[in-house]
């Protein structure tokens, strides 16, 4: 049965496009009609449809092995059926295997022959640079002594998943002509960068030599290295266990090699090989995540981020200029301006029924209070002063709260960036600090805004005809006067800052998924959920700011400072006194500052510009290895056609080179029937 046609009933991971979309998206790169049928030619598809091999000296057998993945006919054209199959195909779990198996599937009949499986490997650069045999043990356990088996979908995994591995032999034993057991350092380093480039950092690539110390590499030590190096996934998760999901705490070898005794995969000789490897390129007797992911690469899995404009301002961090920082700083502080503004709007409603629930004074002169609790506040709000009442204030609030909402973010992240390590690492006092300073810093803007917007809601209260406006409030206050309450202001946002943030970023580490990515609706949680012990905790100095910024009026208690504030409050309404609108502080502080912070992040990254610094972790964050991940990063950003499952086509086909290591070459023998300038990503 053919392959394609139990793809519909598989799960999917991706989102199938429609049939018209699709045949439009088809349609509009068909350059050959027969029969009144379009049809794409390879190039059509390849470097057309999914820009690779855009350059004029491309492998056009290159091209043509790669279309014939699409192309189940193997006519050398795809038809639209072909084309919506493939599309479904690259929606299902195992996308990436069934990917190479069509590769490697020649005659399109759903098995792989062992002509189809030669004629691949063949193409393949790294057999070209360390000749398999083709004719060895290896090769007939699988296809048979005659070499006439064929071999379905499932054995072809593991018929690839071995391949690599005992092509690593063979290169060890080509190396090894005396067997002795032993092969040179150099050698070594043949081997691994060839057999083993798809799983290869630059770090690890430039140590390969160092790591041995010059001695020869004996056989058990170089298949201990090749099996750390497939097994450092399973590495992460030990890792993960010992520190118990922590990504920065730095352990010993004693300490992972105790919580990978329950794993037989994992041998104390990897275990050396890994801290002498970590040791090779961080100079560091422990190690923490970072060093796990600098020693393997991230590949296609990694989740895709649509971005809508990516810029790259320097070409390394080296690059990084006093003017570049400056760019940065003010790029985050343009993207929290907007962040704030929609947070602010989202809970304006709450932030009124808190005020004034703050500003109501038991044992004054003036009777009983307004308000029994926040919801009669609301309630009386939107029968005395219609819906919009909840909104009274709100634009002075948003002049405002951009300003301040992007200061406080710019200033964490920089402070943050300056207290980080080369490693990404941070500690907890500097996490501390970098919120202290954020929350100082926004007092220039916070007290002039919360000023203005606290008289403008209270004065609702006031059955009077004249309407108070914000500009006649800050005519009526005066500069100076703008700035009244301003200790109890810092009071409340420094501990504020200093709770919220690392809060935040440890919050957010723990929601991420194993691969350290965060989901959108994961952020949005951690923001939320660190909002409530920072609002709650600050509740008695945003009492003692509100009383001194609202103007008193007939019969209530004045205030002349901060301790005079907190004396009177106590003597007169008791502790309890410091806690009123806690509820409603917590209800407006912490969802605004949970889509305030996902407003953020998401705009970082879709509007993603790398200035050579930090990105937030839990981003997308892709390690280029491969030149068709190189296409990936571009062409799926770019290129609005590829629809469904072809969002993932580019990467998937980069996944093949990366995780099996079949690299085919790109360059050769061009051919003209498709220029560069008609090739997508050219």
């Not at 379009?38 to 470097?47: G, K």
């Not at 998760?237 to 520190?243: E, I």
Request: hydrophobic content about 40%; glycine content about 8%.
């Amino acid at each position: 049965m053919p392959l394609t046609k139990s793809l519909p009933n598989s799960p999917s991971l991706l989102k199938r496009a429609g049939t018209e979309k699709l045949r439009e998206v088809f349609q509009k790169y068909a350059s050959i009609q027969k029969n009144g049928e379009h049809y794409m030619t390879s190039e059509d598809f390849v470097r057309k449809f999914l820009g690779l091999f855009s350059e004029s000296a491309f492998n056009d057998e290159s091209v043509r092995l790669l279309a014939n993945i699409a192309d189940t006919s193997k006519d050398g054209l795809i038809s639209f059926s072909e084309f919506q199959a493939f599309e479904g195909l690259l929606c299902t779990p195992d996308a990436l295997y069934r990917t190479a198996f069509q590769l490697f599937d020649r005659k399109g009949n759903g098995t792989v022959s062992y002509a189809d499986f030669a004629d691949v490997v063949q193409k393949t650069e790294l057999h070209s640079k360390i000749p398999f045999s083709l004719d060895g043990p290896f090769i007939k356990r699988y296809f048979g002594d005659k070499k006439q088996r064929l071999i379905n979908y499932a054995e072809f995994t593991q018929l690839l998943h071995d391949f690599h591995e005992e092509h690593a032999m063979e290169a060890f034993r080509s190396k090894d002509p005396a067997g002795t057991g032993f092969i040179s350092p150099l050698d070594f380093q043949d081997i691994i960068v060839n057999v083993k480039r798809h799983l290869l950092t630059p770090g690890v690539r430039d140590n390969l030599v160092s790591v041995t110390e010059g001695h020869k590499v004996s056989f058990p030590y170089f298949i201990a290295f090749t099996s750390l190096l497939n097994n450092m996934e399973l590495i992460k998760q030990v890792y993960l266990h010992a520190t118990e999901g922590s990504r920065t705490d730095m352990i010993t070898k004693d300490q992972i090699l105790l919580a990978a005794q329950t794993m037989s995969q994992i041998t104390p000789l990897e275990i050396d090989i890994l801290f002498h490897l970590a040791g090779a390129v961080h100079q560091a007797g422990r190690i923490d995540y970072s060093d796990l992911s600098n020693i393997a690469p991230e590949h296609y899995t990694k989740h895709m981020t649509h971005r809508l404009a990516e810029i790259k301002a320097v070409e390394s961090p080296a690059d990084r200029s006093a003017f570049i920082q400056v760019l940065e700083s003010s790029y985050r502080f343009t993207l929290g301006s907007f962040a704030g503004a929609v947070g602010a709007t989202v809970v304006y409603p709450i932030d009124l029924v808190k005020t004034r629930m703050q500003n109501q004074r038991a044992g004054s002169y003036i009777g009983e209070v307004a308000y029994r609790n926040s919801w009669d506040c609301f309630k009386k709000v939107v029968r005395h002063e219609g819906f919009m009442g909840l909104y009274r204030g709100l634009l002075p609030q948003l002049m405002g709260v951009a300003p301040e909402k992007a200061i406080k973010l710019t200033v964490n992240d920089l402070v943050r960036d300056k207290l980080t390590d080369k490693k990404g690492n941070i500690p907890t006092w500097a996490e501390v600090l970098a919120g202290g300073c954020a929350g100082a810093s926004q007092v220039v803007f916070t007290n002039p805004l919360e000023i203005v917007k606290i008289r403008l809601q209270v004065a609702g209260e006031i059955a009077s005809g004249s309407k108070i406006r914000a500009w006649s409030v800050v005519r009526e206050l005066g500069l100076f006067g703008l700035y009244k309450g301003a200790r109890a202001c810092l009071l409340r946002d420094v501990p504020f800052s200093a709770i919220y943030f690392p809060t935040y970023a440890h919050t957010k580490a723990m929601m991420a998924d194993k691969d350290g990515y965060n989901h959108p609706l994961t952020l949005l949680a951690a923001g939320a959920i660190a909002g409530v012990p920072a609002a709650s905790l600050v509740t008695p100095a945003d009492v003692i700011k509100t009383r001194l910024q609202v103007v008193a009026r007939s019969g209530q208690t004045t205030y002349t400072g901060v301790w005079d504030a907190t004396k009177k409050i106590m003597a007169e309404e008791g502790p309890r006194a410091f806690w009123k609108g806690t509820a409603a502080r917590v209800f407006r502080s912490s969802p605004q500052f949970g889509v305030t912070l996902v407003t953020y992040e998401l705009l970082q990254r879709l509007f993603y510009v790398d200035f050579g610094g930090t990105q937030p972790k839990g981003s997308e964050a892709h390690k280029i290895t491969t030149p068709l991940e190189q296409a990936a990063a571009s062409v799926t950003t770019e290129n609005l056609d590829h629809i469904g499952g072809y969002r993932a086509a580019v990467p998937l086909l980069a996944g093949v080179e990366s995780k099996f290591g079949l690299y085919l070459p790109r360059f050769g023998r061009g051919v003209a029937a498709a220029t560069p300038s008609t090739a997508t990503g050219s």
